[in-house]
């Protein structure tokens, strides 16, 4: 449930914790005032994001808290008492509320760490040291340079939060040469972030199957397939949208930030 940058006034209800099937909790950015609202029950959380808002007094993790969470965000409140449980471990953010000003102050909980480590990046130890020229990329399937179609993809409520589990993404990179029709191997992901809107930002390129180009009709199937969702992840990570760069094809030149060729632009196919 996400109602982030709503404007949304005044305290929670109090049976929020009746919607038992909800798995992220996002009402962050609001105006919202009370008591941070009762977990218990939501077995299904993954995360909860509640940070810039103004709940204050105190705050109970409870003694039901289910096994799936993984981040409670309450930075920037005015929270003055935490009340933790032996059943969680994983991240609790208080960065900002005035419980950072007592015996808190010197806990994991109340330091700023970077919320957006750079963590991922398809694997290309087998290539070595190998360079290509400033608009090609290495291929981490053939290790060959090549114009890859790049571009980023966001998406809008993954299911999860930590961004060093390698096997998450590699469940995205088969997925994409399996769907796409691409050699496998040919995907290359990197940078993965959580940006202002939090939604997860990756960068994306991917290969050609023979050769250093895609032709003007593989650019336009994959970019149909990418700009129109016919490609589906996996499903932890959720909905999604693509912005794709402009395309380098075989015969055309960089021109004011738009690839030309004589018979017209080349450009990106989103």
Not at 90 to 104: D, F, H, K, M, Y
């Given at each position: 449930?996400?109602l982030?940058?709503n404007?949304?006034?005044?305290?929670?209800p109090s049976?929020?914790?009746?919607?038992?099937?909800?798995?992220?909790?996002?009402?962050?950015?609001?105006?919202?005032?009370?008591?941070?609202?009762n977990l218990?029950?939501?077995?299904h959380l993954?995360?909860?994001?509640?940070k810039?808002?103004?709940?204050?007094d105190?705050?109970?993790?409870?003694?039901?808290?289910?096994?799936?969470?993984?981040?409670?965000?309450?930075?920037?409140?005015q929270?003055?008492?935490?009340?933790l449980?032996?059943?969680?471990?994983n991240s609790?953010v208080?960065?900002?509320?005035p419980?950072?000003?007592?015996?808190?102050?010197?806990?994991?909980?109340?330091?700023?760490?970077d919320?957006?480590p750079?963590?991922?990046?398809?694997?290309?130890?087998?290539?070595?040291?190998?360079?290509?020229s400033?608009d090609?990329?290495?291929?981490?399937?053939?290790?060959?340079?090549a114009y890859?179609y790049?571009?980023?993809?966001?998406?809008?409520?993954p299911?999860?939060?930590e961004?060093?589990?390698?096997?998450?993404?590699?469940?995205?990179?088969?997925s994409?040469?399996?769907?796409l029709?691409?050699?496998?191997?040919?995907?290359?992901?990197?940078?993965?972030?959580?940006?202002?809107?939090?939604?997860?930002?990756i960068?994306?390129a991917?290969?050609p199957?023979?050769?250093?180009?895609?032709?003007?009709?593989?650019?336009a199937?994959?970019?149909?397939?990418?700009?129109?969702q016919?490609y589906?992840?996996?499903?932890?990570f959720?909905p999604?949208?693509?912005?794709?760069?402009?395309?380098?094809?075989?015969?055309?030149?960089?021109?004011?930030?738009?690839?030309?060729?004589g018979?017209?632009g080349?450009?990106?196919?989103?």
């Amino acid at each position: 449930m996400r109602l982030d940058r709503n404007s949304l006034i005044g305290p929670v209800p109090s049976n929020l914790n009746n919607l038992t099937n909800v798995n992220e909790l996002n009402l962050a950015y609001n105006q919202l005032t009370g008591t941070v609202p009762n977990l218990t029950g939501m077995d299904h959380l993954s995360y909860v994001k509640l940070k810039d808002n103004s709940f204050n007094d105190t705050f109970s993790m409870g003694d039901s808290i289910g096994g799936s969470l993984q981040l409670v965000d309450l930075q920037n409140n005015q929270i003055s008492s935490v009340t933790l449980s032996s059943g969680y471990t994983n991240s609790l953010v208080l960065v900002g509320n005035p419980v950072c000003n007592t015996s808190l102050s010197n806990t994991v909980y109340c330091q700023n760490t970077d919320e957006n480590p750079k963590t991922y990046a398809t694997n290309l130890a087998n290539c070595g040291n190998k360079l290509c020229s400033p608009d090609e990329k290495l291929n981490p399937q053939s290790c060959e340079c090549a114009y890859a179609y790049e571009g980023t993809l966001y998406f809008r409520g993954p299911s999860f939060r930590e961004l060093f589990d390698s096997n998450i993404f590699h469940s995205l990179e088969s997925s994409l040469w399996n769907k796409l029709n691409l050699t496998p191997g040919s995907v290359f992901l990197e940078n993965p972030f959580f940006n202002i809107n939090d939604y997860l930002q990756i960068q994306l390129a991917l290969f050609p199957p023979t050769g250093k180009y895609f032709n003007r009709s593989e650019v336009a199937r994959i970019g149909f397939a990418m700009s129109n969702q016919t490609y589906k992840p996996p499903h932890q990570f959720g909905p999604y949208y693509f912005i794709a760069s402009p395309y380098h094809f075989q015969g055309t030149t960089l021109q004011g930030g738009l690839y030309t060729s004589g018979g017209g632009g080349g450009g990106s196919c989103n």
